[in-house]
């Protein structure tokens, strides 16, 4: 069903599915837009050359991850399924062993003990222990935690929550797209009883590494402008829930067998288990960080007063950026009446937060707070994180230094820091990638999880509490 595009006031939508490379070049040097059948927009649309450029760029990185699709998620299945298989049978030489005695273990892929390639690069399941209830860093190192474990599945939350970190599990969703009429966004909610007031959380699940399509809507720049919201990503609402042919109704009625839909699915599960002296929390790694600041977005656009005023925080890892200056500026407002949080980490060269493209005409901006950590886990509070649009001209030679240095690093980190910092022969063949591509290690939860950690993050944090405190007493007088 093609969306009408009534509920926006102006849009830029490009369809990858009609492009083509010959049709993309025409485009670039010779076309307009408004004459160009995988661009829908005003015909008033800025049509400079540098403006071609990026959706050409759009364009063409969409294709090539179409054209590779289906190998991609092959491979990326075969991966999975074989490091498993390794796991389940304790090592290579035991598996050899197993296969020629016919006692060759199979991994179950909906059993606790089998692991996502994330898990697989990362396998801690427990809380750091010496960050405990109480301390600032408390809610961004479980965040992290839990949008580390939202790649997993529902077996494995289950036991993590309950057995590792003795909270209580409360469900995890296989969410609807209605524009890709399938299953596309992950997410899982816990409650934390041991905290007062009483915490739930809900993760995300971020953008997964063999997965073409949500790797396009990461690249994708298209955007519709929704009254007093501002512009919003395309790509990150659909995953939430928005509607091919109403955009954002307060409610929606599903038909019968219909599956569940993010954002009104969550909305009615927080409604339900929340009371007066609960709060919740939202994070999401990655396109889950994108999920995780709409989703608060969406609820006040509905005027969910009640639920925006139990918001205790967002926190996201990694996050791509979701909307214009205007989105920015109402999100802010937002923040500021509700008293919420909102901590966006992010760790050196991941070139996800550094996506869409920031540039005047496309208008996609990060706004709030940003906590940056250089490979060193030493924090900055910046309003963006250096070298924004990831590529710039000196850019490359300081990336492959980083890059080695944190080769390096992966043997070192055990030692220096303790053996919950371990890494595996996984995550250094990824690192190794790193000097080719430095954005892509930098991207992965491990040094996200090791920031929340080890980031020397406290003061800043300590202060945003003495604000908040402040404005409550204010608030009171």
Known sequence: MACDKSFSKTHVLLSHEKAS?????????????????????????EQCFKHRCIIFASIMVQMLLQAVATPLAWFGSLLEMWLNLLSSNTSFVVLLWNLLRGKLVIPDKK??????????????????????????????????????????????????????????????????????????????????????????????RGTEMFDADAWCTD????????????????????ALGLQNSTGWPKDIQPADGQKPVAYYALRELLKKHLHDK?????????????????????????????????????????QPRVGDEKFGDFMKQQLRKYNIRYHRFVYSNDMVPRLPYDDPTFM?????????????????????????????PLSPISKIINAIWELIRSFTISYTEGSDYKEGWMLRAVRLLGLVVAGVPAHMPQDYVNATRLGSFDEYLQLRNQKKLKALDASRN
């Open 278 to 318: 609960a709060k919740f929390i939202v994070t999401g790694h990655s396109l889950g960080g994108a999920l995780a600041v709409l989703f608060p977005a969406v609820l006040a656009f509905h005027g969910e007063e009640w639920l925006l005023e139990r918001l205790e925080g967002v926190y996201t890892f990694g």
């Open 219 to 238: 690249f994708d720049i298209s955007w519709y402008e929704l009254p007093e919201m501002g512009k919003v990503h395309r790509g990150f609402m659909r």
């Open 21 to 45: 490379i010959l049709k993309a070049i025409r485009f670039l040097f010779f076309r307009h837009i408004d004459k160009t059948d995988f661009i829908d927009c005003p015909a008033s649309t």
């Open 111 to 204: 059993s606790a003990t089998f692991l996502s390639i994330v898990g697989h690069v990362d396998s801690r399941v427990e809380l750091d222990r010496n960050i405990k209830h109480g301390d600032s860093r408390y809610h961004a190192a479980l965040s992290m935690m839990a949008s580390k474990a939202s790649y997993e599945n529902k077996a494995y939350l289950q036991t993590v929550v309950r057995d590792h970190w003795k909270m209580e599990f409360v469900d995890s969703f296989d969410f609807y797209n209605e524009h890709q009429k399938k299953s596309t966004t992950q997410a899982f909610v816990f409650r934390d009883r041991n905290v007062e007031p009483e915490l739930i959380a809900v993760a995300f």
């Open 364 to 392: 996609f901006k990060h706004f709030g707070t940003c906590l940056y950590f250089n490979s060193f886990y030493e924090a900055q509070v910046v309003s963006e994180e250096p070298n924004k649009n990831y590529i710039s």
